[in-house]
């Protein structure tokens, strides 16, 4: 990395230094591609959840974005888009002539997806003390055939970071919240959380991560191997630990101890 970004000199401006409550993102019953490749949302379009923690670190990178079905799975688990990627900033490259107002292509969402796992894959390496443009490389973004001087991919790569994050976080807005509280159950409702699109949903999470400030551990399950800042699968909604773990979820743990386990049996009957 050159001498003019690095993890520790990135800074956070505007919001205030704190983790972002998670917004509602925008979901739909099913969605399904036709054989030209629209993208067509069913169901009732004001059904809205938080994103999965952590989904950014664990499901988004496993994406295939030149598969199709792929993209199609993951809209349809986590999300839909319904802005066309250049009035997010970014940029399109697609001879897209859209048959009515508020259809994507598959190709559009895989466009999202790539820079969403583009930004995310940035800030793992910044943090690994890696070179940055890699992480665009492993996205599908930016061609490894065309390499530049080292210190002017590094700034490359942060101008396209910053502008693709804030082109996401663009859709989330200041706002305020408010509660009540159940007199009989006590179950507290809060009102006023933003409703957004997946790719800002995506946009918020990097956000978090950076404003957190954790370290993203492997996995140290040998057949998962995935990135994580807390381990899912022991604790209580937000009590998940976050030093001391080696596994991304108590199932890889105990995995990794069976096949410890197995190797052992075996060395002892030789």
Same mark, same amino acid.
């Given at each position: ?29 099913? +969605?399904?591609?036709?054989?030209? /490749?629209? &993208?067509? =949302? %069913?169901?009732?379009?004001? *059904?809205?959840? @938080? #994103?999965?923690? !952590? ?108 502008? +693709?994050?804030?082109?996401?976080? /663009?859709? &989330?807005? =200041? %706002?305020?919240?408010?509660? *009540?509280?159940? @007199? #009989?159950?006590? !179950? ?83």
């Amino acid at each position: 990395m050159s001498q003019l970004h690095s993890a520790e000199q990135f800074r956070i401006t505007a919001w205030p230094d704190a983790p972002l409550p998670p917004p509602l993102v925008q979901r739909a019953r099913k +969605v399904s591609v036709d054989p030209k /490749g629209w &993208l067509r =949302p %069913y169901g009732d379009p004001s *059904t809205w959840a @938080p #994103l999965p923690e !952590e989904l950014v670190l664990r499901q988004l990178l496993s994406v295939r974005c030149d598969n199709a079905d792929d993209v199609v799975a993951f809209t349809t688990e986590h999300g839909i888009i319904t802005q066309p990627p250049e009035d997010l900033g970014l940029p399109c490259g697609l001879d897209i002539k859209r048959p009515r107002e508020g259809i994507l292509h598959v190709n559009e969402v895989a466009l999202y997806l790539r820079h969403a796992q583009a930004m995310t894959l940035h800030w793992i390496a910044a943090l690994d003390r890696e070179p940055v443009m890699s992480a665009w490389e492993a996205a599908g973004v930016a061609d490894p055939a065309v390499r530049m001087r080292d210190e002017v991919e590094d700034d490359t790569a942060w101008v396209w970071f910053t502008g +693709v994050l804030n082109a996401g976080l /663009g859709g &989330l807005q =200041p %706002y305020v919240r408010s509660w *009540t509280t159940l @007199p #009989l159950s006590g !179950e507290r409702l809060e009102y006023g959380a933003p409703r957004v699109g997946l790719f800002t949903g995506l946009a918020a999470q990097v956000f978090n991560l950076i404003v957190e400030g954790l370290p993203v551990r492997v996995c140290a399950n040998e057949t998962c191997q995935s990135r994580f800042v807390r381990q899912s699968g022991r604790s209580r909604k937000n009590q998940q630990r976050t030093t001391g773990v080696m596994f991304c979820s108590a199932a890889c743990a105990k995995a990794q101890a069976q096949r410890e386990y197995r190797r052992r049996q075996r060395r002892e009957r030789r």
